[in-house]
């Protein structure tokens, strides 16, 4: 199964975790008992900070245990298969990889379902040696190996080994950055792993969401306490915004009088939506619901506007390609659902195109120019959520929040500005965790009360998917300019010309001679300037100031905020003639 040393390396790591387990309890008991105690050693906060300890150290001994169970698991069927005749039938073979199942059911005191679920994700696991290793040393829990297992179904083999890569091998080409697999919470590190998986599935997102459409329905749940679960299965637009209209709502709703919370809001309002009792006042409160009263006037409410990003390659949203697209608070969607979106002009949805030549952001639409306005849609697309450990507190609920207070120091710029959902920004005020610096395009980390660091989750923008036929990017990596004979650029030929980009042994095959007969990139490389280093905007002088010093009240914020804004024109705008090379 190409996982080397086998249940011996995950047995010593369980012994290692034991004696680490031992040595803190050891320790632990001596504190109590008050031997061996210096004067300068605070015995309530070292016993806080052993439990802390052992239960980071249990944890990594559940995922060593796990990825002994899940070894011996996919090792027993293994087994059993290795023991039926090469000339069974293929019922007889059935019937032993179903008793085999029913035996692990029966050891581990589970339904039949459970363990045939159990021996899928092991043989999955095991099959993939990172995510094997990853959780036999105890670096992610079982959870978060299991999303792997449930993310690489339906991928080739070799679609789920890069997978993988992407995620587990520091080598990889195009490594995952940021936090850790295991420091990542399960949630989270599905939406990476899926986010991943959407931009390179062997089927493209858009036949897979036709299917999905056809597949959209409502499912009701009773439950317990006279309580029940309605359940919504619809495109993933639709259903953001839905909650992005429920959310605002809501909070139109707040006040001194209104004693329900958020969350208690958002259904009372659905159901009153749903059964009209926002256009029939004459129904009286609520239509008779149980826990919607003084929800009558839902449709009279002026809803807070909520604000959703976008993020739309460039040759996706002009249909050249059918890369997905990036909603804001639910992940990836089909190219033409966004375009959708950008084409309807959706008052409540900001596009972001995306550079295709390394995925960073080009530009953020909005209607007015107002600095505070786009430095807070920045952070957002930065950070997608709150930025403290485990979070997943998504932007419409957060603030932008200064990292580091002005009143000790801090400036107004990315680099101290983050994501808080208000539960941990009161918690940052009332508490010692500490967040690390922000920049331009990375999160900040955070550091506990006890001194634990936690790395950032960072995005994981890729260059954009080219359209086919069309000069990939690596071709134009320079400046260049075309001369007035055809077939020759600044004296150079073909092969000098890109030399310096793509290495003789590895020229893909759209290098060589017809680049320089074809009229439309002679076309293309005429109309293209030489970019020289810009010069300075403005000579440097004392009566020059750095924005990011000024108080938020500084009285030039007024002055700067009355200034009409306009973004630069695009240094390539011609793109419908590099699209038709």
């Not at 599905?190 to 599935?201: I, N, Q, S």
């Not at 786009?374 to 950070?383: E, F, G, N, P, S």
């Not at 967040?435 to 331009?440: E, I, L, Q, R, T």
């Not at 905007?537 to 009409?564: I, Q, R, S, Y």
Request: some cysteine; hydrophobic content about 40%.
């Amino acid at each position: 199964m190409g996982i080397s040393g086998g249940v011996e390396v995950v047995l010593e790591g369980v012994r290692a975790s034991v004696a680490a387990i031992d040595a803190l309890d050891f320790e632990d008991t001596s504190l109590a008992a008050g031997a061996g105690i210096g004067s300068r050693v605070d015995v309530l906060q070292r016993r806080y900070e052993i439990r802390l300890e052992r239960l980071e150290v249990a944890a990594r001994l559940e995922a060593q245990l796990a990825a002994m169970k899940a070894l011996d698991t996919a090792e027993a069927v293994a087994f059993q298969q290795a023991m039926t005749p090469p000339d069974a039938t293929v019922q007889d073979r059935t019937y032993a990889d179903m008793s085999v199942v029913e035996e692990i059911a029966g050891v581990l005191t589970i339904s039949s379902a459970a363990a045939g679920a159990l021996v899928e994700h092991s043989r999955r696991i095991c099959s993939l040696p990172l995510v094997f290793d990853a959780l036999s040393a105890g670096d992610m829990s079982w959870q978060h190996a299991r999303i792997v297992a449930d993310e690489t179904e339906g991928l080739t083999t070799e679609g789920a080994l890069a997978l993988v890569a992407h995620f587990f091998d520091p080598a990889a080409p195009q490594p995952a950055r940021g936090a850790a697999p295991g420091e990542l919470v399960p949630s989270r590190f599905r939406a990476k792993v899926r986010g991943w998986r959407e931009r390179h599935h062997p089927d493209s997102i858009e036949k897979r969401h036709v299917k999905g459409v056809a597949d959209r329905r409502m499912e009701y749940t009773p439950d317990k306490d006279g309580m029940a679960w309605i359940s919504l299965y619809l495109p993933g637009d639709t259903a953001c915004a839905i909650w992005n209209r429920t959310t605002a709502t809501a909070r139109g709703l707040q006040g001194p009088d209104e004693p329900r919370t958020l969350t208690q809001l958002r259904p009372d309002i659905a159901a009153s939506l749903l059964l009209g009792a926002g256009h029939a006042e004459e129904d009286g409160p609520g239509l008779g619901i149980q826990g919607t009263e003084g929800v009558t006037g839902v449709g009279k409410v002026p809803a807070p506007r909520a604000d959703v990003l976008v993020t739309v390659p460039v040759f996706a949203l002009l249909g050249a390609t059918d890369e997905p697209a990036l909603l804001d608070g639910f992940g990836p969607i089909p190219a033409s659902m966004a375009r959708k979106l950008v084409a309807d002009g959706a008052e409540s949805f900001y596009r972001v195109l995306i550079d295709p030549r390394d995925g960073a952001p080009l530009e953020i639409g909005r209607k007015n120019y107002r600095l505070t306005e786009a430095i807070k849609r920045w952070i957002r697309l930065r950070d997608a959520k709150c930025t403290f450990p485990g979070c997943t507190n998504r932007t419409p609920d957060n603030e932008t929040d200064h990292l580091q207070a002005w009143q000790h120091g801090g400036t107004t710029n990315v680099s101290n500005l983050a994501q808080l959902c208000p539960k941990h920004h009161r918690l940052k005020h009332h508490t010692r965790w500490t967040p690390d610096p922000a920049n331009k395009n990375e999160p900040p980390g955070w550091t506990s009360p006890t001194g634990r660091h936690y790395n950032p989750e960072h995005p994981d923008p890729e260059p954009a998917q080219w359209p086919s036929g069309s000069l990939p990017v690596d071709a134009v990596a320079a400046p260049v300019e075309a001369s007035a004979r055809p077939g020759s650029m600044a004296g150079l030929d073909d092969t000098a010309r890109l030399s310096d980009t793509v290495p003789p042994a590895t020229a893909p095959p759209w290098r060589g001679p017809h680049l320089s007969e074809d009229p439309l990139w002679q076309e293309f490389l005429a109309g293209m300037p030489v970019w020289p280093d810009p010069p300075v905007e403005e000579p440097p002088g004392e009566n020059m100031v750095d924005p990011g010093e000024l108080c938020p009240t500084d009285p030039l914020w007024d002055e700067f905020h009355a200034k009409f804004f306009e973004l630069p024109a695009d240094p390539q705008a011609d793109w419908q003639l590099l699209l038709g090379m």
